[in-house]
């Protein structure tokens, strides 16, 4: 139930690796967004002049990131919603009743918290969106930012071209294993990483 976001829209994700950060991650290349995953381990700081640069129409965030995707959400003008997910049940009530409070009593700044189960909610009322497909021969798809630690964060853009190859990607074949058994990974790598991205989506691929 993105209705909100088209092709070519920018959408930070704030999160560790998770089946929630996954299913956002892969509706956003279904539509044609550029993902724009966001470093958890960097300070809000670091991460300020990314989303700025970037422009989201909205930031999706793990629930334990939420404190920041609030303060980036209400210091960047094109963010119109923020999507909560990695949830657990009733344990995280009070955090997203608060962070919604903040959102709608902050000056003339109009931000909607969504959590990623209202979200299926929503969808499974709509009818099916049909895929995006590209009229450009290469679009853009996703963009990862450096650390920043050597100086200002710089951003690699990836086209759609070489997003997809995580998908191609066969860590085992590289490994000389050419059979049709599925794999079974443990994937503790950021997505703000290709090699994270690698692993995961090489796997399901």
Do not use: C
């Amino acid at each position: 139930a993105l209705d909100d976001v088209a092709a070519g829209d920018r959408v930070a994700l704030l999160g560790f690796t998770s089946v929630d950060y996954t299913i956002i991650d892969m509706t956003l290349a279904t539509i044609g967004a550029v993902s724009v995953p966001l470093q958890t381990s960097a300070a809000l700081s670091a991460l300020a002049p990314i989303v700025a640069e970037t422009e989201p129409v909205l930031i999706a965030s793990a629930v334990d990131h939420l404190a920041d995707a609030v303060e980036l959400a209400l210091t960047t003008p094109t963010v119109s919603r923020l999507i909560v997910f990695d949830t657990r049940l009733e344990l995280d009530d009070e955090t997203v009743a608060a962070a919604r409070h903040t959102l709608r009593h902050h000056g003339d700044t109009a931000v909607d918290l969504t959590t990623i189960g209202e979200l299926v909610e929503r969808g499974a009322e709509l009818p099916p969106r049909t895929p995006t497909i590209a009229t450009d021969d290469n679009p853009l798809a996703l963009l990862i930012y450096t650390s920043g630690s050597t100086g200002a964060p710089k951003g690699a853009m990836y086209p759609e071209r070489l997003a997809a190859g995580a998908w191609r990607q066969s860590f085992r074949a590289n490994w000389g294993d050419h059979s049709s058994a599925p794999s079974i990974t443990l994937n503790f790598l950021p997505m703000s990483h290709m090699m994270g991205r690698g692993l995961l989506y090489g796997t399901l691929g």
